[in-house]
């Protein structure tokens, strides 16, 4: 193996050898190709047509937009009355489309909103009434009627819920391994809860509201005979409210709070809250009434005689006077 590693040494000589040459003689080629070539010119310019277009151009100005035309006073007042109309008539698809093209004043709009979301509730659809409610909730947050329209929806959601099977009044039965696919929605109770709180705020600040603000400045009319102007009434809050017979919301707020406290068995407030509601002209006898039961089953007797003496003074029946005198005479005898 010595003498045949000897043997091809020079072989590799040779091989490194010829490369070497070649290399060389190729750096030669190269060099002498660069070197022979004539001297690249400049670009010639652009032709000054195309030169002319390449130059910066000046933006002109943007004229200022032309100023949107003031709306007739007199057809933004009936096109309010009109959506009022059609909601005191119950027609409220047409009432919903109605809210939606009108515009109202930045002051004012948020009862705008709380009539649209009050259109939505007739047809059930909760999810754009929510939606409207949390944009004027947004723009007035400390405004009572839009709390008393929250609480009003969280009532009628909580009209197609149902109790977890682990409440304390559930009515619905479920096998054991059973288990929710989606996230589970709000209970009846926890819906009820919600409308709790914010019937409490719409009868903390109920008395901020002016019910006789008008929603858009008061305008004049100028009939087409003659050249007398004839003042015209702008809508006022009380008139849009009153399409859906929420003019009474701090009544209402309490009455909605008498009932769902006395389901809580929350009975002292509830009757706090009813005596509110009566005075402010609510009809209270068959919340009274109830009341007095819920009194009786707790064994409060003097309690209950006196919300059955309530029930009968605001309308809840001669009967109530027998159970008021019962429920007296059990309290003293005791």
């Given at each position: 193996?010595?003498?045949?590693?000897h043997?091809?040494?020079?072989m590799?000589?040779?091989?490194?050898?010829?490369?070497?040459?070649?290399?060389?003689a190729?750096?030669?080629?190269?060099?002498s190709?660069v070197g022979?070539a004539?001297?690249?010119?400049?670009?010639?310019?652009?032709?000054?047509?195309?030169e002319?277009?390449a130059?910066?151009m000046?933006?002109?100005?943007?004229?200022?937009?032309?100023?949107?035309?003031?709306?007739?006073?007199?057809e933004?007042?009936?096109?309010?009355?009109?959506?009022?109309?059609?909601q005191?008539?119950g027609?409220?698809d047409?009432?919903?489309?109605?809210?939606i093209?009108?515009?109202?004043?930045?002051?004012t709009?948020?009862?705008?909103l709380?009539a649209?979301?009050?259109a939505?509730?007739?047809?059930?659809?909760?999810?754009?009434?929510?939606d409207v409610?949390?944009?004027?909730k947004?723009?007035a947050p400390?405004?009572?009627?839009?709390?008393?329209?929250?609480?009003t929806?969280?009532?009628a959601?909580?009209?197609?819920?149902?109790e977890?099977?682990?409440?304390?009044?559930?009515?619905?039965h479920r096998?054991?391994?059973?288990?929710?696919i989606?996230?589970?929605?709000n209970t009846?109770s926890?819906?009820r809860?919600?409308?709790v709180?914010?019937?409490?705020?719409?009868a903390e600040s109920?008395r901020?509201?002016?019910?006789?603000?008008?929603?858009?400045?008061?305008?004049?009319?100028?009939?087409?005979?003659?050249?007398?102007a004839?003042p015209?009434?702008?809508?006022?809050?009380?008139?849009?409210l009153?399409?859906?017979?929420?003019?009474?919301?701090?009544?209402?707020?309490?009455l909605?709070?008498g009932?769902?406290?006395a389901e809580?068995?929350?009975?002292?407030?509830?009757?706090?809250?009813?005596?509110?509601?009566a005075a402010?002209?609510?009809?209270?006898?068959?919340?009274?009434?109830?009341?007095?039961?819920?009194y009786e089953e707790?064994?409060q007797?003097?309690h209950?005689?006196?919300?059955?003496?309530?029930?009968?003074s605001?309308?809840?029946?001669?009967g109530?006077?027998?159970?008021a005198?019962e429920?007296?005479?059990?309290?003293?005898?005791?």
């Amino acid at each position: 193996m010595f003498v045949k590693a000897h043997a091809q040494h020079p072989m590799e000589v040779m091989k490194w050898a010829v490369l070497v040459v070649l290399a060389g003689a190729l750096a030669l080629v190269l060099a002498s190709a660069v070197g022979g070539a004539e001297r690249m010119s400049p670009p010639a310019r652009l032709p000054d047509r195309i030169e002319d277009a390449a130059r910066w151009m000046p933006v002109p100005p943007i004229p200022p937009a032309e100023p949107r035309p003031a709306e007739d006073p007199f057809e933004r007042a009936t096109a309010i009355w009109n959506a009022i109309e059609l909601q005191r008539a119950g027609q409220v698809d047409e009432a919903v489309e109605a809210w939606i093209r009108l515009r109202l004043p930045e002051k004012t709009d948020v009862w705008r909103l709380v009539a649209l979301a009050y259109a939505h509730m007739p047809r059930a659809d909760h999810a754009a009434a929510a939606d409207v409610l949390s944009e004027a909730k947004y723009a007035a947050p400390e405004n009572a009627v839009v709390h008393f329209a929250i609480g009003t929806l969280w009532l009628a959601k909580a009209e197609s819920a149902y109790e977890w099977r682990d409440s304390p009044n559930s009515q619905l039965h479920r096998l054991a391994a059973w288990g929710p696919i989606d996230v589970a929605p709000n209970t009846k109770s926890m819906y009820r809860l919600a409308a709790v709180m914010s019937f409490e705020r719409a009868a903390e600040s109920a008395r901020n509201v002016n019910l006789d603000e008008p929603l858009i400045e008061e305008i004049r009319a100028v009939p087409e005979a003659d050249d007398l102007a004839m003042p015209i009434a702008a809508p006022t809050v009380r008139d849009l409210l009153s399409a859906f017979e929420a003019d009474a919301f701090e009544g209402r707020s309490h009455l909605a709070l008498g009932v769902l406290h006395a389901e809580r068995n929350m009975l002292a407030h509830a009757e706090r809250h009813l005596d509110q509601a009566a005075a402010l002209g609510q009809p209270t006898g068959a919340e009274f009434r109830d009341l007095g039961a819920r009194y009786e089953e707790s064994a409060q007797f003097s309690h209950a005689a006196r919300a059955y003496l309530k029930a009968m003074s605001h309308g809840g029946g001669v009967g109530s006077l027998g159970r008021a005198l019962e429920n007296a005479g059990r309290a003293v005898l005791r």
